[in-house]
T-cell receptor, first 113, second 115 residues
Framework: DAMVIQNPRYQVTQFGKPVTLSCSQT?????MYWYQQKSSQAPKLLFH???????NEADTPDNFQSRRPNTSFCFLDIRSPGLGDAAMYLC????????????FGEGSRLTVL | AQSVTQLDSQVPVFEEAPVELRCNYS??????LFWYVQYPNQGLQLLLK??????LVESINGFEAEFNKSQTSFHLRKPSVHISDTAEYFC?????????????FGSGTRLQVQP
């Protein structure tokens, strides 16, 4: 089945130690998104790629970076995680010219010690 | 820019009782509307969507939502809930405009079904 896959599902890191989360998709969608979701809150958009065009939200901290080497893969890099970065990170995709409907992965839960 | 309001952060209900989760939106243009469900430690799954046509839309597991343009609402209802419906429910909108679209989510409603 076509899907969005995130790895790892659970990531534990130490304060300040860089971490990379990955997302792959078999839907051949041209738009990929990274959301941050803290406990009992709505997902917050960090950035998205429209094909190779990177779009950063204005309030996304510089500590967060992203890479999209090809259509299928997208990475979220957190350069120096702080305690406040502990959250669920959700990857999502959508098709070009669509309705905005998002297809989500299972998420990666980040714990910062 | 659009916004979404889910007034109820938590809704406790007994099994087999009816439930309504409220969603109101604000937008200066036409919108598409969505309800997503999130089970613990999982991603969001699409529950149902309104794109056009009939204002009443249904999901395969008994939920329905009605688009009310005059009241700018898209409330989610189920006539009889099950324990397995316990989850977080998010209402979301995207604007019907050409070009790129991004969903705006409400703050979520936690549905707690009790035996």
């Amino acid at each position: 089945d076509a899907m969005v896959i995130q790895n790892p599902r659970y990531q534990v890191t130490q304060f300040g130690k860089p971490v990379t989360l990955s997302c792959s998709q078999t839907l051949n969608h041209n738009v990929m998104y990274w959301y941050q979701q803290k406990s009992s809150q709505a997902p917050k958009l960090l950035f998205h790629y429209y094909d190779k065009d990177f779009n950063n939200e204005a309030d996304t901290p510089d500590n967060f970076q992203s890479r999209r080497p090809n259509t299928s893969f997208c990475f979220l890099d957190i350069r120096s995680p702080g305690l406040g970065d502990a959250a669920m990170y959700l990857c999502a995709t959508s098709g070009q010219g669509g309705t905005g409907e998002l297809f989500f992965g299972e998420g990666s839960r980040l714990t910062v010690l | 820019a659009q916004s979404v309001t889910q007034l109820d952060s938590q809704v406790p209900v007994f099994e087999e009782a009816p439930v309504e989760l409220r969603c109101n939106y604000s937008s200066s243009v036409s919108v598409y509307l969505f309800w997503y469900v999130q089970y613990p430690n999982q991603g969001l799954q699409l529950l149902l969507k309104y794109l056009s046509g009939s204002t009443l839309v249904e999901s395969i597991n008994g939920f329905e939502a009605e688009f009310n343009k005059s009241q700018t609402s898209f409330h989610l209802r189920k006539p009889s809930v099950h324990i397995s419906d316990t989850a977080e429910y998010f209402c979301a909108v995207s604007e019907v405009i050409t070009g790129r679209r991004a969903l705006t989510f409400g703050s979520g409603t936690r549905l707690q079904v009790q035996p």
